[in-house]
């Protein structure tokens, strides 16, 4: 049974950092593309970074690019979130999210096969 374990989420003051992170249970890691999405209430869950099978190839949402890094380390099965220069709006509940094959999670969400509970992020101003 795949699992997707999300932790890291804790409240911070805009201009502040903090580090995401995603371990994968019952799953090949390495196999699946992985991504990050956040959802605030009343707003549909969006699409914040996403990394491919190959490790070199990262997307990002207009948003929290120059701000935001996705990683991931196959080896522990951990994707990884680093956000920088936090702000309000990026408040809301991080979503870890696995999709089987090589893809861009963030265009094609469909192909997510699996998401974790979420952690949540509040900034505060």
């Known amino acids: 049974q795949v699992e997707l374990e999300e932790y890291g989420g804790d409240s911070v003051q805009a201009g502040g950092s903090l580090r995401l992170g995603c371990q994968g249970f019952g799953m090949v890691f390495s196999r699946y593309s992985m991504g990050w999405f956040r959802q605030t209430p009343g707003k549909e869950r969006e699409g914040v970074a996403s990394?491919?099978?190959?490790?070199?190839?990262?997307q990002y949402a207009d948003s929290v690019k120059g701000r935001f890094t996705i990683s991931r380390d196959d080896a522990k099965n951990t994707l990884y979130l680093e956000m920088n220069s936090l702000k309000p709006e990026d408040t809301g509940m991080y979503y870890c999210?696995?999709?089987?094959?090589?893809?861009?999670?963030?265009?094609?969400?469909?192909?997510?096969?699996?998401w974790g509970q979420g952690t949540q992020v509040p900034v505060s101003s």
């Open positions: 999210a696995a999709g089987l094959g090589d893809w861009w999670l963030l265009e094609r969400p469909s192909y997510i096969n699996y």
């Open positions: 990394i491919r099978t190959n490790a070199g190839l990262t």
